[in-house]
Nanobody, 122 residues
Framework: QVQLVESGGGLVQAGGSLRLSCVAS????????MGWFRQAPGKEREFVAG????????YYADSVKGRFTISRDNAKNTVYLQMSSLKPEDTAVYFC???????????????WGQGTQVTVSS
């Protein structure tokens, strides 16, 4: 059974930093794209950042570009999201996701974690 488990969320003041982790189990994702999404109260889930299977390509929503960094450690089957200069509008539940098919250039996210809450106070 495939599982994606996020951790690292919490309460932080505006301007602060957090590092989210997502550990995958049940299969390896070393050949698969992975990403982070978020959902704020009353809003739809939105894309935050994505990373190719090798880590050589990364993608960001305009709202987080320059502040967030996505990375991965394939040996640990783990993807990270380093978040800096956090703003109150970054408050949301953050979800990790993974593409079931390897080496896909336009990833489709088939597996999802349960999410971790990030709250940024002003």
């Amino acid at each position: 059974q495939v599982q994606l488990v996020e951790s690292g969320g919490g309460l932080v003041q505006a301007g602060g930093s957090l590092r989210l982790s997502c550990v995958a189990s049940g299969r390896t994702f070393s050949s698969n794209a992975m990403g982070w999404f978020r959902q704020a109260p009353g809003k739809e889930r939105e894309f935050v950042a994505g990373i190719s299977w090798s880590g050589g390509s990364t993608y960001y929503a305009d709202s987080v570009k320059g502040r967030f960094t996505i990375s991965r450690d394939n040996a640990k089957n783990t993807v990270y999201l380093q978040m800096s200069s956090l703003k109150p509008e970054d408050t949301a539940v953050y979800f990790c996701a993974a593409d079931a098919r390897p080496f896909r250039m336009d990833p489709q996210y088939d597996y999802w974690g349960q999410g971790t809450q990030v709250t940024v106070s002003s």
